[in-house]
């Protein structure tokens, strides 16, 4: 359930730019705007204030060099295999699909080697988990704008920011996450074009 864009805003039924995939986003009725405890990360300069840190706790820091915006983000990285989540529990939400969007940046030591490892991800939701992949983006050192959603009916859901590497160096940013009442299409009868078009991401160079 994930939508491509490059620096455009979604319209439903919308075409993005030529040659990316076909989605469309279904807004629900308006009620109250989901609350995430600092959401951008600007908190404090030490401390995830709002997120629970699991795993391997010493790889999630705050970062101050080149954030998506403001002057703060979250950053995950070991000199050693590791996996850390970050993560934040969402209360007092009605019965209604829900967007996570969060921007992400993510690579490794040595460009290449650690793929597929960061993912953003929503559970305990009242349904079954959901999850996206973030793309390497060593080749711009571009942030990307990925999406999740999911089916609330227990009135909270948990958002999750992963990271699970088998190698030493690999890293993820995280910048600016946000919720919404609404739901991610993505149209099956397109097809993606190459590895950089994947569904649930936008980017911004």
Not at 88 to 104: E, G, I, P
Request: some cysteine; charged content about 15%; hydrophobic content about 40%.
């Amino acid at each position: 359930m994930r939508v491509v864009s490059r620096g455009t805003t979604m319209k439903a039924g919308a075409a993005i730019l030529a040659g990316l995939v076909l989605a469309t986003t279904i807004s629900a009725p308006a009620i109250a705007a989901p609350v995430i405890a600092n959401p951008s990360f600007e908190s404090s300069a030490s401390v995830l204030t709002g997120w629970t840190v699991t795993g391997t706790t010493s790889a999630a820091t705050i970062g101050t060099d080149a954030p998506q915006s403001g002057a703060r983000r979250a950053n995950l990285w070991s000199a050693s295999a590791y996996t850390t989540e970050i993560a934040q529990t969402v209360t007092n939400l009605a019965a209604a699909w829900y967007t996570v969007r969060v921007w992400v940046k993510s690579g490794s030591a040595t460009p290449g080697q650690a793929l597929d490892v960061t993912t953003v991800g929503l559970r305990n939701c009242g349904a079954s988990a959901k999850s996206v992949t973030a793309p390497s983006t060593e080749q711009d050192n571009g942030w990307v704008q990925v999406a999740v959603s999911a089916y609330v009916s227990g009135g909270s859901c948990t958002i999750a920011l992963k990271t699970s590497a088998t190698v030493g160096g690999a890293w993820a940013q995280f910048d600016n996450v946000t919720m919404t009442n609404e739901r991610i299409l993505h149209d099956p009868r397109r097809r993606c074009l190459n590895a950089s078009q994947e569904p649930g991401l936008r980017r911004t160079l």
